[in-house]
């Protein structure tokens, strides 16, 4: 099971919206290298991962990426919060407004919504710690783009490529 | 300390102590990684403990007066 604790891993406290940079961020939410592929990916892999240090490793990590999946939707509700309809076309926010207001719905920038085709899950160890780290390893294609706006978040991701490389991989071999 | 420097002091030791559970779980004889696990521990109950008392409860495990104040504190995205 789970508990909900209280906070976020790391304090969002965003003054303007900002609803074009908003339309960008959600992608790491709901879009193809999102935290909720990313938490769905561990979780769902853990099952028949024949190791427990591994399955213990994607239940805490699959766990991780929840807390950031939390992160960036505060980003994105904090980005959209008190908007004026000028704002909202201006800022090119009309298209996502008219199907969700300012709803958080997992969907990538490009306006694809989440899928579950963007993971895989294929009941061989090896199989999938080389699509973790696959999946980790995109956040180096996030780094130049959104890393700007939220580094931190990103350093936090790439930890578990650096984890599943040095970790995952020694402890099956 | 003030909600906002506590809740980061708290967060710091929490992101401490989660990155050494991810070690562990694959170096679980490790001693060196299990003292400093250990340590952050302490620090982050006594840290968690301070912010319960003063800004209410971070789990519903933690709502421990008569009193449903679970919902009362703002949620982490509002502020």
Known sequence: MWIYDKKLQYPINIKNPNAALAKLIISQFGGPDGELGASMRYLSQRYTMPYREVIGALTDIGTEELAHMEMVCAIVYQLTRN??????????????????????????????????????????????????????????????????????????????????????????? | ???????????????????????LDVHPKNRKAMEYYRKMQAQREELAEQYRKNFGPLTYYEVKSGEWNWTDYPWPWQN
Do not use: C
Request: charged share 25%; glycine share 4%; proline share 5%.
């Open chain 2, 1 to 23: 300390m003030d909600r906002e420097a506590l809740l980061k002091r708290l967060m710091a030791a929490d992101f401490a102590l989660h990155e050494t559970v991810l070690f």
């Open chain 1, 83 to 173: 908007l004026t309809p000028e704002q909202i076309k201006e800022q090119g926010f009309d298209a996502y407004f008219v199907d969700h207001t300012t709803g958080l719905y997992p969907v990538a920038a490009s306006g694809v919504p989440w899928n579950a085709n963007t993971f895989q899950s294929t009941g061989d160890a090896i199989a999938d710690i080389m699509e973790d780290m696959a999946a980790d390893a995109t956040t180096t294609k996030e780094q130049p783009t959104i890393s700007r706006i939220r580094k931190p978040l990103i350093l936090l991701a790439f930890r578990h490529f650096e984890a599943f490389r040095k970790n995952a991989i020694p402890a099956i071999a």
